[in-house]
């Protein structure tokens, strides 16, 4: 398979360059100019998908058998602090693409639109677990430019025959994580203060929420198995199925640390409104493609705090 990764440059991207060339996959993968992809056997171009002449020409050039639509702006905090940029890349960014592979003649070139469990929001007394025919009621602005992806993606694949797999991701993290998502931003501090960088206390905003988290390498499993066995319009949970308290994973990146840890609430970190609980349902993608996730979380809380051990 060619693959094309868009947004290759991010966290999830260079686990799916390693996972897809494990698989013996051909590689082309973009960033932005000031971005940088260490991953070698790869080809790598820069590409800003708001330039859409620059996406048809790429398109055209690579004619990939299959496209992981990974180039976001993903933050949910940072949503609330830029909700222009967050539109336009995500939903304006996402027309280019699909606007671009028709120029290009790519109609039937497999495309996953990497959405997110966000998208559901504001859940029903017990819908949980979500399925993918929950109504969907955004709660914030990443969740809301998301959830516009995916409908514009099931418009196209029904209007022009497009081959589109639409993806909600919940929570993934793990080794390599940027700070601005909360399980680095733990995990992160812990190691700062096992080095004696800060005083020994975690800063933390709202620790009443459940969120479903999946280790980053199971969830670029799920994305090779649906780019091979996914079906063309369905849109797929992708997620650990399993809803964890954040203040639990606090406590066990504390018991994990080599350090008397306190904590501490910074009103800053707190956001305009939070969603009390997002659980996945994922019998739809184990059916389908027979993914699910395999590695516990204690195991991958572990390798994220060795990771910023040694980066720091």
Aim: hydrophobic share 40%; with cysteine; glycine share 8%.
């Amino acid at each position: 398979m060619k693959a094309l990764i868009l947004g290759g440059a991010g966290f999830v991207g260079h686990y799916l360059i390693n996972k897809l060339r494990s698989s013996g996959h051909e590689i082309y993968a973009t960033c932005l100019p000031n971005e940088q992809i260490a991953e070698k056997d790869c080809e790598i171009l820069n590409l800003d998908i708001l330039d859409k002449s620059a996406v048809t020409d790429t398109l055209t050039q690579i004619k990939p058998d299959c496209i992981f639509h990974l180039a976001a702006q993903s933050s949910v905090s940072y949503s609330w602090k830029n909700p222009q940029l967050t539109v336009d890349v995500n939903v304006k960014g996402t027309l280019n693409v699909l606007d671009a592979m028709r120029e290009a003649g790519l109609e039937k070139t497999r495309i996953l639109l990497i959405g997110s469990g966000e998208e559901y929001g504001y859940i029903r007394e017990g819908a949980c677990p979500i399925n993918e025919n929950e109504p969907l009621h955004p709660g914030n602005i990443y969740a809301a430019t998301k959830a516009c992806q995916s409908m514009i993606g099931s418009i196209y694949a029904k209007a022009y025959g497009m081959d589109i797999v639409m993806v909600r991701a919940f929570n993934h993290i793990g080794p390599a994580q940027i700070t601005q998502f909360v399980v680095a931003d733990f995990c992160n501090q812990a190691a700062q203060i096992e080095k004696g960088m800060k005083e020994a206390e975690i800063r933390v905003g709202n620790l009443a929420v459940k969120r479903d988290f999946t280790d980053v390498r199971d969830i670029v499993r799920a994305y090779e198995l649906l780019a091979q066995k996914g079906v063309s319009g369905k849109i797929y949970n992708v997620g650990s199925g399993n809803a964890v308290l954040i203040e639990d994973i606090l406590k066990l990146i504390i018991s994990k640390s080599k350090a008397e840890i306190s904590v501490v609430v910074d009103k800053a970190r707190l956001r305009p409104a939070d969603i009390p609980v997002i659980e996945a349902d994922i019998s739809l993608i184990k059916a389908d493609t027979g993914w699910e996730p395999s590695i516990p979380l204690e195991k991958t809380i572990e390798d994220t705090l060795d990771y910023w051990r040694n980066e720091i």
